[in-house]
């Protein structure tokens, strides 16, 4: 039997709504999960780049065994139903850059976990397929646009559940997702987070994440302007991120920019604007990262309001 399964890419936090809010993005991962019938051959992972981005060194470095977070999201599944996975080839078709705060792990998590659960008959619900993909990931708000698609708000409750809301995304407010050339994985980019943080700063982005949801809802774009803003994460990561903070200083003065936060954990950025001037805006993008000899890949894309979807279902 052989499985494919494709999952979109995501972009998480929105400034201020950091590890809760998520939206599905047209980027996508194909993960093929393969039975094979011959005992003995074990796990094999195979990852095909199909980006336009170098993602040589980066797949180079991602482990190919039992270690892969797609080999542990599996294995946790097949456990959950008392047995263990053998024989398994998963192939993995990436379009989804890797290690630049678009939810490429996520999404492989997700593939993989969707593709082992048609394999075994669908035991897992979606809530059942959430918990275990936070469990593998740590934290909801790539995982949960990743299964269900869409803009959503998101929540890891104490025991393990995931509660999420889907939010619907203005038509007239653009995304435009900026990819620098250069790589950060997510858990160099969470190191530099503080365990604590003062009162006032998280009272600071629980205002801002209220304003985020209504100002959605009442597409109130001035609004939106401090919804964006943040004090958890974003300047704790800017020195991993050269270029961030002339960026945003360098679009500020810009009437039609809302916003421009970190993607997830980054090193990729999202600009959320009014429909006019996006070559403005990316022009203004590009030559800041070009000062810091940094290439970019700058694209304008709709939500993805698709999640995972199994695309193909074989014997084989
Ligand atoms: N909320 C996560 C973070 C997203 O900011 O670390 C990681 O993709």
């Known amino acids: 039997m052989k499985i494919s399964v494709k999952v979109p890419a995501t972009t998480a936090n929105f400034g201020s709504g950091f590890d809760c809010l998520g939206m599905a993005l047209p980027i996508y991962n ?42 542990k999201a599996v294995e946790m599944l097949y456990n959950s139903i008392g047995q263990s996975p053998s024989e398994l080839k998963i192939n993995i078709k990436s379009q989804i850059p890797i290690a630049k705060g678009l939810g490429s ?4 998590i997700v593939g993989g976990l969707y593709a082992a659960n ?38 890891l409750e104490d025991d393990g559940s995931i ?11 653009q995304l435009t997702v900026c990819v620098p050339d250069y790589e950060l994985a997510t858990d160099i980019s969470r190191s530099v987070l503080p365990k ?30 401090l919804a964006l803003q943040d004090k958890l994460h974003q300047s704790y990561r800017t020195k991993l991120v050269p270029g961030l903070q002339e960026i945003i200083d360098n679009l500020k003065h810009e009437e039609n920019v809302i916003g421009c936060v970190l993607s997830g954990a980054g090193p990729s950025l999202l600009i959320i604007s009014q429909k006019n001037n996006l070559d403005r805006i990316k022009s203004i ?12 890949d ?14 193909e279902s074989s014997f084989t």
């Open 30 to 71: 194909v993960i093929t999960i393969e039975e094979t019938v011959l005992p003995g051959t074990g796990i094999e992972i195979n990852i095909i780049s199909e980006t336009d981005d170098d993602d040589e060194f980066a797949i180079e470095h991602i482990p190919k065994d039992e270690n892969n977070i797609i080999y």
């Open 105 to 108: 792990s996520a999404s492989i």
């Open 118 to 155: 048609e394999l075994l008959n669908r035991p897992a619900d979606e809530a059942a397929l959430l918990s275990i993909a936070t469990e593998v990931e740590g934290h909801p708000d790539n995982v949960t646009p990743a299964i269900v698609g869409g803009l959503v708000l998101t929540s």
């Open 163 to 173: 509660v999420y809301r889907k939010l619907p995304w203005p038509d007239e407010w």
């Open 196 to 225: 604590e943080v003062p009162l006032k700063d998280a009272a600071f982005n629980a205002r801002r994440t209220a304003m985020f949801v209504e100002a959605l809802y009442s597409k109130d774009a001035e609004l939106m302007k």
């Open 285 to 296: 993008v590009s030559d800041t990262w070009a000062n810091f000899n940094v290439r970019t």
């Open 298 to 311: 700058i694209r304008t894309m709709k939500v993805e309001e698709k999640g995972a979807q199994v695309i």
